[in-house]
């Protein structure tokens, strides 16, 4: 499963836009990239995922260059309850749809 | 629809005690995980399946065993547990559709303390 390196820690203001880039510098052809937010006590939730290009829904965009070596997680008008740990995950096509999770980037939203 | 449930929420064992943790899901899911995660770390796959009658070994399985008798329950058990077994236990499932997102879902979490 690729490797997935994405900082520790962000910190951002309400309405703002906060972005978290990912670097997966070995992800395979069938690789997915996708995002799980989780709260503390909590199990994750996924936000989105997207193979290539642009990706939008309802809470997020997911951007991804064309050698996909990276992507870029957006959050539009951050509030404080997105404070919360973001983990970008590569893979989840194979078999049994296993995922790799890393330490996640730690995103602090401040009045 | 309750989605993914665990029981029990939190337990103390103390070590050499065994336990069983069950997760169950209604969204008639094929594929069901068990993971673990420790205070500021990543989640960390202990076992897996496939669909029912089916398991197999995760990152972390040693000292762990699975089950999968029904499809929608996925038993995890710690015949001996030890300190380094103190975690937050967290189950998963997903579904089999090539054309889904291939979005897992997760339980609650089962907090455990073995002392």
């Known amino acids: 499963l690729a490797k997935t390196t994405q900082p520790i820690s962000m910190d951002s203001y309400e309405g703002q836009e906060v972005n978290i880039t990912c670097s997966h510098n070995?992800?395979?052809?069938?690789?997915?990239i996708t995002w799980y937010q989780q709260f503390p006590s909590q199990g994750p939730r996924f936000i989105i995922q997207g193979y290539k290009t642009k990706v939008t829904n309802e809470v997020a965009s997911l951007f991804i260059p064309a050698d996909r070596k990276s992507s870029t997680l957006s959050l539009p008008r951050v509030s404080l309850s997105d404070t919360a740990v973001y983990y970008c995950?590569?893979?989840?096509?194979?078999?049994?749809?296993?995922?790799?999770f890393g330490g996640g980037t730690r995103v602090l939203v401040k009045p | 629809n309750a989605g993914v449930t665990q029981t029990p929420k939190f337990r103390v064992l103390k070590t050499g005690q065994s336990m069983t943790l069950l997760c169950a899901q209604d969204m008639n899911h094929e594929y069901m995980y068990w993971y673990r995660q420790d205070p500021g770390m990543g989640l960390r796959l202990i076992h897996y399946s496939v669909g029912e009658g089916t398991t197999a070994k995760g990152e972390v399985p040693d000292g762990y065993n699975v089950s999968r008798l029904k499809k929608q329950n996925f038993l995890l058990g710690l015949e001996s547990a030890a300190p380094s077994q103190t975690s937050v236990y967290f189950c998963?499932?997903?579904?089999?559709?090539?054309?889904?997102?291939?979005?897992?879902?997760f339980g609650p979490g089962t907090r455990l303390t073995v002392t």
């Open positions: 070995n992800i395979a052809t069938n690789d997915y």
């Open positions: 998963a499932s997903s579904s089999l559709d090539p054309g889904g997102s291939y979005e897992q879902y």
């Open positions: 995950l590569v893979g989840g096509r194979a078999a049994g749809n296993k995922l790799t």
